[in-house]
């Protein structure tokens, strides 16, 4: 049996950033997107039940194909007996991630002491996962490949702050700022 995985990426970031000149501060706004796609291939994989069906045939299997099926001997299946005996179950994932952040900065008055200041921001996260195997995979029908049904989920984050700079104290013994 072969696992053959593909995996394809991408990732688009955007932004955009600017001054805030009344407020002499700055402003930032992005976004990103990315996704991974997995495709998983198991070519060589072995039908329980084709198996059970081939050991247990009273004419060693050549009713179900062409050739039978010897499992003690050292002889190739014949096609007719590989394509009865063998699959090739399929799996895919897709994880998936959004991000978006807005940030601004900047003064807010003159104090004794220096800038009054303060920094926003914003920002939203989802991230999604979706797993879709095939009828063998969702059946359990391959023998040592275990069982798994079709899942998925995702997360949601809103996070969001607000900071000050607040200057009490300057130009003091021992203190600078």
Same mark, same amino acid.
Request: hydrophobic share 35%; aromatic share 8%; charged share 20%.
């Given at each position: 049996? $072969?696992?053959?995985?593909?995996?394809?990426?991408? *990732?688009?970031?955007? #932004?955009?950033?600017?001054? %805030?000149?009344?407020? +002499?501060?700055?402003?930032?706004?992005?976004?990103?997107? #990315?996704?991974?796609? %997995? @495709? *998983?291939? @198991?070519?060589?994989?072995?039908?329980?039940?084709?198996?059970?069906?081939?050991?247990?045939?009273?004419?060693?299997?050549?009713?179900? !194909?062409?050739?039978?099926? @010897?499992?003690?001997?050292?002889?190739?299946?014949?096609?007719? !007996?590989?394509?009865?005996?063998?699959?090739? &179950?399929?799996?895919?994932?897709?994880?998936?991630?959004?991000? $978006?952040?807005?940030?601004? *900065?900047?003064?807010?008055? +003159?104090?004794?002491?220096?800038?009054?200041?303060?920094?926003?921001?914003?920002?939203?996260?989802?991230?999604?996962?979706?797993?879709?195997?095939?009828?063998?995979?969702?059946?359990?029908? %391959?023998? #040592?490949? @275990?069982?798994?049904?079709?899942?998925? #989920?995702?997360?949601? $984050?809103?996070?969001?702050?607000?900071?000050?700079?607040? &200057?009490?104290?300057?130009?003091?013994?021992?203190? *600078?700022?």
């Amino acid at each position: 049996r $072969v696992f053959n995985r593909r995996f394809n990426l991408y *990732q688009i970031t955007a #932004g955009v950033s600017g001054p %805030i000149a009344p407020l +002499d501060g700055t402003w930032e706004l992005y976004a990103t997107r #990315g996704t991974v796609d %997995i @495709n *998983q291939r @198991n070519p060589g994989s072995v039908v329980a039940a084709s198996l059970a069906e081939l050991l247990n045939a009273a004419d060693g299997g050549e009713s179900l !194909c062409s050739g039978g099926y @010897n499992p003690f001997g050292l002889t190739t299946l014949s096609d007719s !007996c590989r394509s009865y005996l063998v699959r090739t &179950p399929m799996q895919t994932t897709r994880l998936t991630q959004d991000v $978006v952040e807005a940030t601004a *900065q900047g003064r807010l008055a +003159d104090l004794p002491a220096g800038q009054l200041r303060f920094a926003v921001g914003a920002d939203f996260k989802t991230d999604r996962f979706d797993y879709a195997p095939d009828s063998d995979i969702s059946q359990g029908t %391959i023998v #040592g490949v @275990n069982r798994a049904g079709a899942s998925s #989920g995702s997360t949601r $984050v809103y996070e969001g702050y607000v900071e000050f700079l607040v &200057p009490l104290l300057a130009d003091l013994p021992a203190i *600078q700022s």
